[in-house]
Every structure is written in C-alpha cells, then in structure tokens.
C-alpha cells in the first residue's frame, strides 16, 4: 500500500504540473492575440470619440474602428445622438447652426437690406413722397435752410437745385454755380437733403426789398428742365422774411454743412 501510494503521488503531481503548462500557454496566446478580448474591447471605447475615429488603431483594428466611426458622429450633435439624426438635421435646416447661417444669408439674398434693393426702382423726389420744412438761420445771416425728408418707400433722387417761389414772384431766383455737388443727392427712406436760399444781401445792399409771408418749392428732374411731380408749400414764420433782388439758393446737398457754407 505505501508503495502504492508513493507511485501514485508522482503521478498527480506531474499531471499537475501539465495542466499548468497548459493553461499558462493558453493565458500567453489570448494575450497576445489581437483579436481576443482585450482588442475589441479597445475597437468599443474608441467610437465616441469627437471625431468619430480611433486613435492610431492596429491593423488588426482598423476595420472596426472605421465601420464605427461611420456609424456614430457625435461631433455636430454635441455627443447625445447617432449620426443619422444629425444628417436629417442639416438636411432640413432645422434648428441647429447650419440651419440658422442658411436661413439668413437667404434672408440677405431676398433683398433684406434697405433703400433701393428692398422696395424696387428709385424715384425722383419731389412733393408727393417727400416732406419739406423751411427755417431761417441766424448764421449765415439772412439765410433760410430747406430740408427735404424722403418719407417714401423707395430711395429717390434729388435733381438740380430747388426752384422757389415766394408770395406771388413770377420767376424763381438763380442757382450759385459753384454750389453744385460732384453726385446728385440720393435719399434712402428716411434720408434727408439739404439746400440754403440766401433771402437778402448781408450789407444791405439789395433793392426792392419786401416782406413774404408764403413760399413753393418745385423740384427739378433728372434732365434740369422744368419742374416734376408736385411741388411742396413749407411753412414760414408767422411774421414772414424779408427778401430782395439778391435772393439766389444752392444746389441740393447731401449734408447740411455742405448746404449752409454757401
């Protein structure tokens, strides 16, 4: 019996030590297989990166990091959906960035601007779609400033020079040549322009001085021959303004400086 047991004890053990062999192999072979466990555990965490692709895969790894980045892109849904959501998005202009930006240079394209692109084809000014106001200046001296606001929709352009007329004077008093701007004045809605009349020379020169109390303003095309359109009746002061035989008006201006420096 002891010999017995002492051949069988030899035996046990050396089949013990041959199962641990073999499981040590075994362990030695799954880790170094890049396609057990542990390699597609890799391909798995790799996915919901920002950009959608592994970072610096195997070989053995490359084809399954492509099929999942191409199925999940998280980059313009902020991470939280797949990427078949986020293409139906775009798609759609709904409400994402995309979206937005193509709606308003659409918005831009259709004439979202003002003036002229956003209400159609110039016009002339004149009294119809303007409002003209009257207001005698203390400087320069006996001078009297005309303003003309577009108080239409389209941009309108302002001709030539006013021709006015106060009380009851048969002929409108001349333009001073050297007033004229280099562009014709152009008014978007809401835009004004501008124009002196020199009422009375400063030194008292002038004759057939009188008082006026009612002043017409007539407006000019664009060929400077005759007036168009209706003309505009600005209102004076009370007690009227004194004019005589050297009243003369500037061209129109496009600023006010520009009008009050003649």
Known sequence: MSSFRTARTPRVRLVGAAATVVLAALSLTACNDGTGVKSEGRATGTAPTA????????????????TQGSGTDTSASGGNGPAGKTSSSKASGGSGGTGKSSGSGEAAASGGSSGAGASGKPVTCE????????????????????????????????????????GEAQAVPP?????????????????????????????????????????????????????????????????????????????????MDDAVSW
């Open 51 to 66: 950009n959608g692709t592994a970072t610096a895969p195997s070989q053995d790894e490359s084809a399954a990091g492509t």
């Open 127 to 166: 009294g119809s779609v303007t409002r003209t106001t009257a207001a005698p200046l203390t400087r320069p001296v006996n001078h009297m400033l005309l303003t003309v606001t577009n108080t239409g929709s389209r941009t309108c352009f302002l001709y030539g020079y006013p021709a006015v007329r106060f």
């Open 175 to 255: 333009v001073i040549e050297d007033s004229q701007p280099q562009a014709v004045v152009t008014l978007e809605p809401g835009q004004s322009g501008y124009a002196s009349v020199n009422l009375a020379a400063a030194d008292g020169s002038g004759t057939n001085g009188h008082t006026v109390k009612s002043l017409t303003v007539h407006f000019q095309g664009r060929s400077g021959n005759g007036s168009v359109g209706t003309e505009a009746h600005p209102s004076l002061p009370a007690q009227g303004v004194y004019v005589d035989d050297s009243l003369n008006v500037t061209y129109w201006q496009q600023s």
